[in-house]
């Protein structure tokens, strides 16, 4: 079992940054790729970021990137999700979630090949 809580949501002007955190435990994630997740109200949950076990492959919607850098400190157990220059449009319920697949070397970018979840932070970007 993996738990995941999401951490660093808030409300940010547009143009502002936020950086979010993916904490597990229960269990290493160093093995594992990680992803993040959005879903804003009345939309379908989207990807946004992937990244490899040993962070040497990282993956980004094409609207988030050069935008969004994800990240991870395996001796930490964390993941991380650098948010910059906000549009508007990224509000949503950000997840970050767990593929217990190991050491893939292309993480997964659709959600049905994730195993475990964080319950969510919300972003909210006015403008």
Not at 61 to 89: C, W
Not at 102 to 117: A, F, I, L, Q
Request: charged share 20%; aromatic share 12%.
């Amino acid at each position: 079992q993996v738990q995941l809580v999401e951490s660093g949501g808030g409300l940010v002007q547009a143009g502002g940054s936020l950086r979010l955190s993916c904490a597990a435990s229960g269990r290493t994630i160093s093995n594992y790729a990680m992803g993040w997740f959005r879903q804003a109200p009345g939309k379908e949950r989207e990807f946004v970021a992937a990244i490899t076990w040993n962070g040497d492959n990282t993956y980004y919607a094409a609207s988030v990137k050069g935008r969004f850098t994800i990240s991870r400190d395996n001796a930490k157990n964390l993941v991380y999700l650098q948010m910059n220059s906000l549009k508007p449009e990224d509000t949503a319920e950000y997840y970050c979630a767990a593929d217990l697949a190991p050491r893939v070397s292309v993480p997964p970018t659709r959600g049905s090949e994730y195993d475990y979840w964080g319950q969510g932070t919300q972003v909210t970007v006015s403008s």
